[in-house]
């Protein structure tokens, strides 16, 4: 394989080419025009337009990618993750087109990208399901009828897709009916499969995933877990690795089950089997993403292991150089998602210009970014400016590692996830590992923020006050002293 083509945008196509020229292999970008001036095409070998700013017009136009691989002699297409990603029939015509996609078939992406498919294929593996209904549910009666025998609350969740999207929680059965309408509206909208069902809403719910990867030779190891629970809008803002809560055997077992899905479905490359862990430690199976993910950074840095070598390594035919007891867990790793959006405005999206962009540095600190100081935030796309990642020796480490990082971090120009995230960080919940997915709900509010700010906020002015007095030339009278002294008192 000596060239590439990614068909993504922003920090995943940066990621990508990095990890590809460390190979000795040429990248090729493609773009949109709102990219244009975006720092991974300007990394790419080659770089190609595909069209206006809007996805379905550039990101989204898979046939014109493959026009392109054909007329640069590309050997593979990696697709990152979202916009083609999880796309079975574009696999198959980069297959058709003797191209190689770097991830893993069509077939086991038909299998595993429809939720009620991936259910029934773990159910034969014997793996733990919650419980609600075997198959799609379109009628409010047949949907009472289910409810009645989980209990409530329970969700509703589309078959096809993800990240929250045709996703309710309905807490009793007076909200059923409506809550189904609008799963089932924006389950249509989004994925084209208006399909819904129904599964029981697990008591303090822990969101952990377990990483995996594949050969084309029958092998398949697990790279452990990450905690993902820390959620808005049932997307992800912070995840860690490995989990506070796992014991070895746990880990062990979860591992294993994560295996004989990937099998089951003769998986190939990087994917992550999700599951739902309730307050009780049991587990249960929730889907598979077959495709390398956001917060795949946290499983590099606790395994060594760079995931997207492994996946073009895989199909270039490769076998896995590794066995599962040659993996060690090493240290623990954060990642925080930095996104364009407002916390204080419940987390909506922002745009404007990067005014001011610096970003972290230091021993144990990654930041994956696609964006520079002047640079515009489109419109059009996900609202992630970057991954902020640390490495520490344990737990403890880690988190102040990472709070420092947030610390060093300056954006000017648009209101970003960074104070939020500061705010989980240093949350007695999340600092003894004892929280759920329904964090942000049980204990987060704009209020509670505005006055963190407000108290830092405060403290800053006094220490800069304390300073700019402990400098002047009177900074030794006593009358200066009584004054520093009194005005502490009045702000504390």
């Not at 945008?9 to 990095?18: A, H, P």
């Not at 337009?49 to 996805?55: D, I, K, N, T």
């Not at 001011?356 to 419109?379: C, L």
């Not at 990642?389 to 610390?407: C, D, P, S």
């Amino acid at each position: 394989m000596k060239k590439i083509l990614i068909a993504n945008r922003g920090e995943i196509s940066l990621r990508v080419m990095r990890s590809a020229k460390e190979m000795g292999i040429k990248t090729v970008a493609v773009y949109s025009e709102a990219d244009a001036n975006a720092p991974f095409v300007r990394y790419a070998d080659e770089a190609v337009l595909l069209g206006p700013p809007p996805s379905n017009q550039s990101y989204l136009l898979g046939d014109k990618i493959i026009e392109i691989c054909k007329q640069l002699n590309v050997d593979g297409i990696h697709p990152g993750y979202g916009f083609l990603s999880e796309n079975a029939e574009f696999a198959r015509k980069v297959r058709q087109a003797g191209i190689t996609f770097i991830g893993p078939s069509p077939e086991s992406m038909d299998m595993m990208g429809d939720k009620l498919s991936a259910k029934a294929t773990a159910k034969k593996m014997n793996v733990p399901m919650i419980s609600g209904s075997e198959g799609a549910v379109s009628d409010a009666a047949e949907a009472i009828k289910i409810a009645k025998q989980t209990g409530f609350p329970l969700l509703i969740k589309a078959s096809a897709g993800g990240g929250g999207k045709g996703m309710k929680l309905v807490e009793k059965e007076s909200e059923l009916e409506e809550q189904m309408k609008l799963a089932m509206s924006e389950a249509k909208s989004a994925f084209g499969n208006d399909a819904v069902f129904i599964e029981k809403y697990a008591k303090e719910p822990r969101h952990i995933e377990i990483q995996l990867i594949a050969d084309n030779h029958g092998n398949c190891v697990y790279l452990f877990e990450r905690e993902c629970s820390i959620q808005r809008r049932h997307q992800k803002v912070i995840e860690e690795a490995p989990s506070s809560v796992l014991s070895p055997q746990l880990r062990e077992k979860m591992g294993k089950c994560a295996v004989d899905v990937a099998k089951a479905c003769n998986y190939s490359g990087a994917g992550t089997v999700e599951f739902l862990v309730d307050a009780d430690l049991n587990f249960y199976f929730l889907e598979m993403n077959t495709r390398l993910q956001v917060e795949h950074t946290v499983s590099e840095m606790i395994t060594g292991l760079d995931l997207v070598k492994e996946q073009i390594k895989v199909a270039r035919g490769e076998k896995l150089s590794f066995t599962q007891n040659d993996l060690k867990i090493n240290g623990h790793a954060i990642e925080v998602r930095v996104c364009a959006e407002d916390p204080l405005n419940n987390f909506l999206p922002e745009v404007g210009t990067l005014s001011v962009y610096k970003t972290p540095t230091g021993n144990g600190v990654r930041v994956d970014d696609g964006f520079e100081q002047g640079m515009d935030i489109p419109i059009y796309y996900d609202s992630m400016l970057s991954k902020l990642i640390v490495h520490g020796k344990n737990r403890t480490e880690a988190i102040e590692k990472m709070l420092r990082a947030i610390n060093d971090y300056k954006i000017i120009g648009v209101e970003t996830t960074l104070d939020f995230c500061k705010f989980v960080l240093t949350h007695e919940k999340f600092v003894s590992g004892k929280f759920d997915t329904g964090f942000i709900k049980n204990y987060f509010s704009t209020e509670v923020l505005e006055n963190k700010n407000h108290s830092n906020n405060q403290i800053a002015a006094i220490a800069a006050g304390l300073i700019f007095e402990r400098l002047s030339p009177k900074n030794n009278s006593v009358e200066n002293a009584a004054v520093k002294k009194s005005k502490w008192k009045q702000n504390r």
